[in-house]
């Protein structure tokens, strides 16, 4: 395989009703300095104008650029399936159509480590969210990305990850059939790393990603909630399909479950009639929550775009609740089956 260094690319697009930041994908990806083969834009039932701005960017664009209706059952997984199959390059790159490529470098920096280990088989890179990203957000978005904010940090979940093609279809790509909208979503990146890392090493490189999600101006609380949501869901159903695996980076997702019961242990002390013990319990398990919402929303404290918002007001009673709300959507999607259950392992 090393003698594929300089071998074009096939980059993979998905999206849907991404027109606030297609243009933005397409034209960064277009003028990489990395050869690239073709760039597959998958239009996953868009009701914008996302497919006529691809079809702009292709027009204009040296590198060659198909636009393709992802038809209707479209979806993230099914696109970049199609894609692999379709694609004519020994390297497929899975590309998200609300991320943009900082500079004309980031490509080479992403495929050189692959096709120069042999025992690789998929390479990734840091994702960003610049300040100057994040400023032009409405509140309750800037809320939602809070702890992304100028946080550096390597990522797994086909924002702008590099695969070889034929083990990413011998592994059997994405699966267009776990993750639903009716048993919690999210999770197929990382259900397809779990497999593509039993056929060679996983590299984290320099390459670099912004992500720059959505600038609608629309995006206010029910967003907010509605995305918390389906995150939460997620992380329940990863441990269902994980057969309940814990490891050290899965510890997280159970601080809030553990926050949510913990007034209600703290009640015990009242039982055996210790009611000074059982109102300091409670008040220090209280107390515990209340720190915990001021540390994950801490950054909302210290931006002049978001301090000076009336909105402030509402962000720590917001993160308090959220304790709860999620640790609900958690929960329901750890104990929802997910929808191959039954015809496929874990």
Request: include cysteine; aromatic fraction near 14%.
């Amino acid at each position: 395989m090393a003698e594929l260094k300089e071998t074009p690319v096939t980059i993979i697009v998905s999206g849907r009703n991404s027109s606030s930041t297609l243009r933005s994908c397409l034209e960064s990806l277009a003028g990489q300095d990395y050869p690239i083969g073709e760039i597959l834009c998958f239009d996953n039932r868009s009701t914008d104008d996302s497919r006529e701005i691809a079809g702009e960017v292709a027009a204009s664009s040296k590198v060659p650029i198909r636009v393709i209706d992802g038809g209707e059952g479209g979806t993230l997984s099914s696109a970049y399936n199609k894609g692999a199959q379709m694609a004519t390059c020994d390297i497929i790159v899975l590309c998200h159509s609300d991320c943009m490529i900082p500079s004309s470098g980031e490509l080479r920096k992403l495929i050189t480590p692959l096709v120069s280990d042999p025992s690789a088989s998929a390479a990734y890179p840091i994702q960003l969210m610049p300040r100057e990203v994040w400023r032009k957000f409405p509140f309750w978005q800037k809320f939602l990305f809070t702890s992304a904010v100028e946080r550096v940090g390597h990522m797994r979940c086909a924002m702008f990850d590099a695969v070889w093609r034929d083990l990413y279809l011998k592994a059997g790509g994405f699966n267009e059939k776990r993750f639903t909208s009716t048993c919690g979503y999210g999770g197929e990146d990382n259900d397809a790393q779990v497999r593509f890392s039993k056929y060679g090493k996983q590299l984290f490189t320099e390459a670099r990603v912004v992500h720059l999600h959505s600038f609608s101006p629309g995006f206010g609380f029910r967003s907010y909630l509605g995305t918390r949501s389906l995150l939460a869901r997620t992380y329940g159903k990863q441990l269902r399909w994980q057969r309940g695996l814990v490891e050290f980076s899965n510890l997280y997702f159970f601080i809030r479950p553990f926050l949510a019961v913990l007034p209600f242990v703290a009640c015990i002390p009242f039982a055996f009639g210790l009611c000074r013990w059982g109102l300091a319990a409670v008040g220090a398990a209280i107390g515990l929550q209340l720190l915990f919402s001021l540390f994950v929303s801490r950054k909302m404290y210290r931006y002049r775009e978001t301090l000076l918002d009336w909105r402030i007001l509402l962000v720590l009673p917001a993160t308090w609740f959220m304790i709860y709300y999620e640790t609900f959507w958690f929960f329901q999607g750890m104990f929802t089956p997910y929808a191959d259950e039954g015809s496929q392992g874990a």
